[in-house]
């Protein structure tokens, strides 16, 4: 069972860095091919301008889909790849939350 937790976790924080490269890379891509849309997210960056409005609106644009409206596929295939990743690490995070109760009854 502890192999089990030190491979999901070693799983789970991979998981989480390909997602700061994946936004990293989004970001630019909308910067430079769509300034209006970019400016419409509020100018999201990485780590200049991460507040709660700007990343509220990259789950809005990456959950409601809004990278159709923009007809980029470089900008599709990145989208469709980061909202299935984002459904799976909710999940996984939600998963571990919830096992939390168990694990302490389990190992004390």
């Known amino acids: 069972m502890e192999i089990l937790l030190i491979a999901g976790?070693?799983?789970?924080?991979?998981?989480?860095?390909?997602?700061?490269?994946?936004c990293s890379r989004l970001f630019k891509i909308i910067k430079a091919r769509h300034p209006e849309k970019h400016?419409?997210?509020?100018?999201p960056h990485l780590?200049?301008?991460?507040?709660?409005?700007?990343n509220k609106a990259l789950f809005n644009f990456l959950y409601h889909r809004?990278?159709?409206?923009?007809?980029?596929?470089?900008?599709?295939?990145?989208?469709?790849?980061?909202?299935?990743?984002?459904?799976a690490l909710f999940t996984c995070f939600a998963l571990i939350f919830l096992s939390i109760p168990f694990l302490l009854t389990q190992y004390s």
């Open 9 to 22: 976790f070693i799983t789970l924080w991979l998981s989480c860095m390909l997602w700061l490269v994946l």
């Open 47 to 54: 780590t200049q301008n991460s507040t709660l409005s700007t």
């Open 66 to 87: 809004e990278w159709i409206e923009l007809g980029d596929p470089g900008v599709s295939t990145l989208g469709r790849f980061m909202r299935g990743l984002m459904i």
């Open 39 to 43: 400016n419409a997210m509020g100018g």
